[in-house]
């Protein structure tokens, strides 16, 4: 009997109708711009537009940075290498209708984009405890250890 009245709630799932049988058409979009130039010394830039509003514009160059490196033993010492550099920007209309612009730059300082629309993270206020304080109990403020990034701490 259990057997069949699964088998009989199965057949009800399958014959129900289903929102997902109904086909997804969505615009047609083409490019109405384009454009990519490459250079001999490693720069460039490319960029597109398309039928619905957006458009993508991007270039990158070679540069010579001078970087900071550490031995097995920890001692510093600089060195120059070549790096890639870009920055571009990109503008969209959202699904809810609001036009949404970022710009980014990418270098030795990192990955650095821009834009109204991304969050923006909280600053933290350290506060130091009000209640009374004995002479032995002393407040203490956060301390932050700095490291060379090999794990050793730098006094």
């Known amino acids: ?61 070679q540069k010579k940075f001078i970087v900071t490196k550490y031995d097995d033993y920890g001692k510093e010492y600089k060195e120059e290498v070549f790096g890639h550099t870009s920055k571009g920007s990109s503008y969209w209309i959202s699904p809810e209708g609001e036009r949404l612009t970022l710009t980014w730059v990418a270098d030795d300082a990192g990955f650095q984009p821009k834009g109204d629309h991304l969050p923006v993270a909280p600053v933290h206020v350290y506060e130091l405890p009000v209640a009374p304080i004995h002479e032995y109990e002393l407040p203490v403020a956060p301390v932050h250890i700095p490291f060379n990034g090999k794990g050793y701490k730098i006094f």
């Open 1 to 61: 009997m259990k057997l069949f009245v699964i088998a009989a709630l199965l057949a009800v799932a399958a014959a129900a109708p289903s929102s997902y049988d109904k086909e997804y058409k969505a615009p047609e979009i083409t490019i109405v711009s384009q454009s990519d130039v490459r250079n001999l010394d490693g720069s460039g830039a490319w960029s597109y537009a398309g039928s619905d509003g957006t458009t993508r514009d991007e270039s990158y160059a």
